[in-house]
């Protein structure tokens, strides 16, 4: 190692310690986007262990990660394969009971594996769970024309708490089910703002495939570094902030505003996005404060 990048490395380190104080024992509920882990082979495949050393690295300093995963695209890809048509109601997926068991098989039986498996290559630490199991997700239906699409009814994080004593990293594929058993499909970034506001969170981080919130949707450089609750329902209601990014900005409004310390939104495409966010005086992508 060079002189200077003695010293580069010395500082980055020291840079590092109080966050990892702060952050000692913390839940930090991390959700990583579908479209995250959606880039050609090799890049996906580089995304998912970066991300997957981050999140040893954070249980290794101490933190409680709880990761919480989407899979929109990996469903549509099965669906084409399998030949089966997406049915849309105003722009939401219809989800037959067809259509809710690929949905499963692909959250629970291949993107959960995944990114279970890139954990533990590092060490036996992650164990995947769906929000079926151990009554932890309840869910009911959002609206009888979308068929099996869920609203978060409630959170019992018990089982996550048993799991995070044991020193174990829970990796939560976004199913839930009824009181009957009936299972239902549930927006990946909602069920991590209501685990994290569950479990009272010291941070939510959602990771996605562009840099932050757009305040002008087609123009890259407007990435906002905060915003408020209030400036979120204005951009939301003005159609700024439309599709995937509206349950982003919800989830993080809601976690904050039950006591969560702090929630982002960042690029999950950049290589260790997430320590740089955790470690570093540095803000990236957008920051949303209950104001
Ligand atoms: N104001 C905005 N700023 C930035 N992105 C926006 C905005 N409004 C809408 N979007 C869209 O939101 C998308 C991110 O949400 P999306 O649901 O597609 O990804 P994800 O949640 O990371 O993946 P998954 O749903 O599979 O877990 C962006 O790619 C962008 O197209
Ligand atoms: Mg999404």
């Given at each position: 190692m060079s002189a200077a990048n003695y010293e580069l490395t010395a500082e980055v380190l020291t840079e590092a310690i109080p966050f990892m104080r702060r952050f000692a024992g913390k839940v930090v509920v991390v959700k990583y986007g579908g479209n995250a882990l959606a880039g050609t082979e090799g890049e996906e495949e580089e995304a998912l262990r970066s991300f997957a050393e981050d999140v040893v690295l954070m249980r290794s300093v101490g933190m409680l990660p709880v990761v919480v995963h989407g899979g929109g695209p990996q469903i549509g890809e099965l669906m084409q394969r399998l030949g089966m048509t997406p049915r849309f109601v105003d722009g939401l997926r219809v989800t037959d009971a067809e259509t809710l068991e690929v949905v499963r098989m692909v959250l629970v039986g291949k993107v959960n594996r995944e990114v279970v498996g890139a954990i533990n290559r590092h060490g036996p630490l992650a164990v995947g769970l769906s929000g079926?199991?151990?009554?932890?997700i309840t869910a009911e239906a959002r609206d009888e024309a979308l068929g099996f699409v869920g609203d978060v009814v409630g959170v019992d994080p018990t089982i996550v708490r048993r799991l995070l004593s044991e020193g174990l990293v829970p990796v939560i594929a976004t199913i839930g089910a009824d009181v009957a058993g009936q299972a239902y499909n549930i927006n990946a970034d909602t069920v991590a703002g209501a685990i994290a506001a569950a479990l009272w969170a010291q941070k939510l981080v959602l990771l996605t495939d562009v840099s932050g919130v757009r305040r002008d949707r087609d123009d890259p450089g407007s990435v906002a570094s905060e915003l408020s609750v209030a400036e979120i329902d204005e951009l939301i209601a003005d159609g700024t902030i439309s599709e995937g990014m509206i349950p982003k900005v919800e989830a993080c409004a809601h976690a904050v505003r039950a006591g969560v310390s702090s929630a982002h939104i960042l690029d999950g495409r950049v290589a260790h996005a997430l320590l740089v966010e955790l470690f570093t005086e540095e803000g990236l992508g957008t920051m949303v404060v209950d104001r």
């Open positions: 079926e199991d151990a009554g932890f």
